[in-house]
């Protein structure tokens, strides 16, 4: 999640980080059981976990709010992905008694970016 300023923007009455909230929660419930979730923002600095609680994750993203520091998105996308990768090693490491090329992830990996676009979320070099 983007809980940069600029998400606090209104449009219909509503902000742009209440309607990424809404859309995020929407797409939760469709998710099948036994899904892993994560949910970061670019306000926090530390790894989220993924957990196969989807009560928990819909928590963590009704408690997203605006906060004024942060990371850019893009570092914080680097460490969701190389977290998501991590969580993908544990997953065929566990599969000890297979032959390592015969291992298979057995999760679909998707990563969701919930932002309003703003240039200011961003670092521009990268």
């Not at 979730?37 to 790894?47: D, I, K, N």
Request: proline letters at 3%; charged letters at 30%.
């Amino acid at each position: 999640f983007d809980t940069s300023p600029s998400m606090a923007y209104k449009q219909s009455n509503q902000t742009r980080l209440l309607a990424a909230q809404q859309f995020a929660k929407d797409h939760l419930g469709r998710l099948p059981s036994g899904s892993k979730v994560a949910v970061a923002a670019s306000s926090e600095s530390s790894t989220a976990a993924f957990s196969i609680d989807l009560k928990a994750a819909q928590s963590r993203i009704e408690a997203q709010e605006i906060k004024a520091t942060g990371l850019p998105l893009n570092d914080r996308l680097r460490t969701v992905l190389l977290s998501q990768e991590d969580d993908r090693r544990r997953v065929t490491s566990e599969q000890g008694s297979i032959p390592e090329d015969k291992r298979e992830d057995r999760f679909v990996r998707e990563v969701y970016v919930f932002t309003d676009l703003a240039k200011s979320a961003w670092r521009d070099e990268t």
